[in-house]
């Protein structure tokens, strides 16, 4: 009896054993140890690129237009040393691609599908809804901003501003998006102005500072105009967004973004957002966007007429177009 | 010579040059995925513009009736970094291309491939680069 009950005992737990070995396996193939980069991540389209406060970062692998100019997050120049500015912190320049949303903010920021919305108050869902079934309904097809956090398939890049008292600007620059205006995120130590005197704007207010490595931008006093994704998750003037920007290696920069608006979320929305460095030589160009935008012409939504009305160029139309 | 027209209403999968353009500006909305125009003509314009380039150019049917096409691609900047530039391509060349038409205005097409008569292999404005190809 003793003997069988040993024996059971061995087989139950060379089982255990078995199983625990097994399962260990398959964790070691969707997500590597902690401190492990270049492995894959959770699904075959994610790779870990570096830890960041104890958790790995997943770099999603798109292919075609997105990153498009960036090095390949298996390339080992990604995992170098973070360069320095001369006064010690980490120099965040780039030009980057990615690092925000553009075609759905919630599982590019890391959620579920669908968690997003789930999210959203009544009235917000209802306006997605509208935006979602409008045709050319968004206002970044038009050459108006796109604005934060949202990073279209362009390079982009952060401006250092020092002057003689030191870092006083950091201005963030698209190459496309931004219409051609400059974000400016002011770094000299001021507050944002009277909520009562703001007028409302593309990017808002920002103001910056350093929280060890880490360049934090808080941002309150933008319109609602601008959507976050295509599909149009839509936002209010109470928007109030926290961009914690750490360039955890010399191929990654990393957004952790926190937006609260008690008009359109029923709680603050944390998402985490992944730019990859450049390839060498690929510096931002000339983008012009208004110069010939010929949006909704072949398709019949926007005559010339149409076009003009609501300030884009609309292109030339030709006397010999065929229908 | 005559330039030659032949349209064909081919399906195709998309593997346009306005491939970039079409998360934000809607591919589908505008052209038809399916309709493929295949000509030949004089190319009359390049426009290096933003947001998109334009190509032009003038076929003239069987018939004799000219019919300018409106052809889109991409951001100069995109073709740019591909190695082109405003050399490669230039007024009065002839040129055979493919096209999706625009789903109202037949005319204004997204440019499938294009290449000139007299090198009929080398596609104008395309290039595939590794991460293109998925290696990343």
Sequence with gaps: ?323 | MRTHLTVMLTVLGFVGLIAPAAAHHGFETEYDNDKVISASGVVSKIEWTNPHMHVYVDVTDAAGKLTTYNLELTSPNAIQRLGWNKNDLVAGEKVTFKAHAGKVVESRAALDSLVKANAPKQEIFKGQRPEDLGSN
């Design chain 1, 1 to 323: 009896m003793k003997k069988m009950f040993v024996l059971s005992a061995a087989v139950i737990g060379t089982i255990v054993l078995l199983l625990v070995h097994l399962q260990a396996q398959q964790r070691g193939q969707g997500a590597p140890a902690a401190g492990q980069t270049g492995g894959r991540g959770a699904n075959a389209n994610e790779i870990v690129v570096g830890q960041l406060a104890g958790r790995p970062v997943i770099q999603p692998v798109r292919r075609g237009v997105d990153y498009r100019d960036a090095i390949s997050p298996t390339d080992p120049a990604m995992n170098g040393p973070v360069p320095r500015l001369p006064d010690g912190h980490p120099d965040l320049t780039g030009p980057w691609e990615g690092g925000g949303s553009d075609n759905d903010m919630g599982v590019e920021g890391g959620l579920k599908e669908g968690e997003l919305d789930s999210l959203l108050l009544p009235a917000a869902r209802k306006l997605k809804e509208e935006r979602s079934k409008a045709i050319y309904g968004e206002p970044y097809i038009y050459c108006l901003p796109m604005s934060v956090p949202r990073i279209n398939p362009y390079p982009w890049k952060f401006v250092m501003g020092y002057t003689s008292k030191g870092l006083q600007y950091v201005y963030q620059l698209h190459e496309t998006g931004d219409a051609g205006a400059h974000r400016v995120i002011y770094m000299d130590g001021r507050r944002h102005p009277d909520p009562a005197t703001l007028i409302a704007s593309w990017w808002g207010h920002s103001v910056g500072r350093w929280e060890g490595d880490t360049l934090v931008i808080d941002t309150v006093g933008y319109n609602d105009k601008f959507w976050f994704d295509a599909p149009g998750t839509p936002h209010s003037e109470k928007l109030h967004t926290v961009e914690r920007w750490t360039r955890i290696s010399y191929g990654t920069l990393v957004n952790d973004f926190t937006l609260e608006d008690p008009d359109t979320f029923s709680k603050p929305v944390q998402l985490r957002f992944v730019a990859r460095i450049v390839k060498p030589g690929v510096e931002l160009m000339e983008y012009i966007c208004a110069e010939n935008n010929q949006i909704g012409l072949a398709g019949g939504y926007l005559g010339k007429s149409d076009a003009s009305q609501i300030g884009i160029g609309g292109g030339p139309v030709l006397k010999d177009e065929k229908k």
